[in-house]
């Protein structure tokens, strides 16, 4: 399975035991990485901030999201817009730093680390980490060393990892969304059950789909007032409609 680098840009190099690194008000460069980022944004990235924000998922995508350069994968990916004007900063960036820091997205999270992630033949995620290096960072003259345990457990990347990488197993899937008539509606609902949560519900409290999968009792009420139980059905549901894995549990006699 492909493997999925999350970092923003930046020449990259191995990784030591420890590294040094910090990032606060009173290092000279802060925020300046916060400028004309090509940042691509997850689902689980999109459900934090929009849910941090107190937006729904249409109207986050009309107001923060660009298509990102269609040549990065064969799925639609998204990367947040830079405000408008000649120094492009961050939406969320405001003096006293980001707005969003607790939901911040996974990338900035990650940095001034990149990780790349492949899932092997075992089904287990393996992962790599290099550093990000870019000029204009003087976070690594800082005295803080770290591991990279230590730094993922500390800028909260674990569950951030973990949704990811379900993702990934989509994006990366050898199947991709193949080609002929039915491309263009993979393609369309693979936007809507990654971004626009809002949008699934929809979809998946019709009767139809009601009538087609077995759901645990109560699901679709759970579901609806847990965004993250509702992301992991967006997954499973697109394995299953993409690409055939029996990761959803058809009603007697739905498929025939």
Same mark, same amino acid.
């Given at each position: 399975?492909?493997?999925?680098?999350?970092?923003?840009?930046?020449? =990259?190099?191995?990784?030591?035991?420890?590294?040094?690194?910090?990032?606060?008000?009173?290092?000279?460069?802060?925020?300046?990485?916060?400028?004309? @980022?090509?940042?691509? +944004?997850?689902? *689980? /990235?999109?459900?934090? @901030?929009?849910?941090?924000?107190?937006?729904?998922? !249409?109207?986050? =995508?009309?107001?923060?999201? =660009?298509?990102?350069?269609? $040549?990065?994968?064969?799925?639609?990916?998204?990367?947040?817009?830079?405000?408008?004007? $000649?120094?492009?900063?961050?939406?969320? +960036?405001?003096?006293?730093?980001?707005?969003? *820091?607790?939901?911040?997205?996974?990338?900035?999270?990650? *940095?001034?680390?990149?990780?790349?992630?492949?899932?092997?033949?075992?089904?287990?995620?393996?992962?790599? &980490?290099?550093?990000?290096?870019?000029? %204009?960072? %003087?976070? &690594?003259?800082?005295?803080?060393?770290?591991?990279? #345990?230590?730094?993922? !457990?500390?800028?909260? +990347?674990?569950?951030?990892?973990?949704?990811? /990488?379900?993702?990934?197993?989509?994006?990366?899937?050898?199947?991709?969304?193949? $080609?002929?008539?039915?491309?263009?509606?993979?393609?369309?609902?693979?936007?809507? !059950?990654?971004?626009?949560?809002?949008?699934?519900?929809?979809?998946?409290?019709?009767?139809?789909?009601?009538?087609?999968?077995?759901?645990?009792?109560?699901?679709?009420?759970?579901?609806?007032?847990? #965004?993250?139980?509702? +992301?992991? =059905?967006?997954?499973?549901?697109?394995?299953?409609?993409?690409?055939?894995?029996?990761?959803?549990?058809?009603?007697?006699?739905?498929?025939?």
């Amino acid at each position: 399975m492909g493997e999925r680098v999350e970092s923003p840009a930046g020449s =990259l190099k191995p990784v030591g035991r420890e590294f040094r690194f910090g990032c606060h008000p009173g290092v000279d460069c802060f925020g300046v990485c916060c400028h004309k @980022l090509d940042l691509v +944004l997850t689902p *689980y /990235d999109i459900l934090r @901030l929009k849910k941090a924000l107190g937006m729904t998922a !249409a109207d986050f =995508l009309e107001k923060h999201i =660009l298509p990102a350069a269609p $040549e990065r994968s064969r799925w639609p990916l998204v990367r947040l817009k830079m405000e408008a004007g $000649e120094e492009g900063r961050c939406p969320f +960036l405001v003096p006293e730093g980001c707005r969003v *820091y607790r939901d911040r997205p996974s990338a900035c999270r990650t *940095y001034p680390l990149a990780r790349a992630a492949q899932k092997n033949a075992q089904g287990q995620v393996a992962e790599r &980490f290099f550093l990000v290096e870019e000029a %204009h960072c %003087h976070g &690594f003259k800082e005295r803080e060393t770290w591991t990279i #345990q230590a730094w993922v !457990a500390d800028q909260g +990347l674990v569950q951030y990892h973990h949704w990811n /990488d379900r993702w990934m197993e989509i994006l990366t899937h050898p199947q991709g969304p193949g $080609e002929g008539p039915q491309t263009k509606a993979k393609v369309g609902m693979f936007y809507l !059950a990654s971004y626009n949560l809002d949008r699934f519900l929809e979809f998946v409290s019709t009767p139809k789909f009601g009538s087609l999968f077995e759901l645990e009792a109560g699901f679709m009420d759970q579901a609806a007032q847990d #965004q993250e139980k509702l +992301l992991a =059905l967006a997954f499973d549901w697109m394995k299953f409609s993409f690409f055939g894995e029996p990761t959803m549990k058809l009603k007697e006699g739905a498929g025939g």
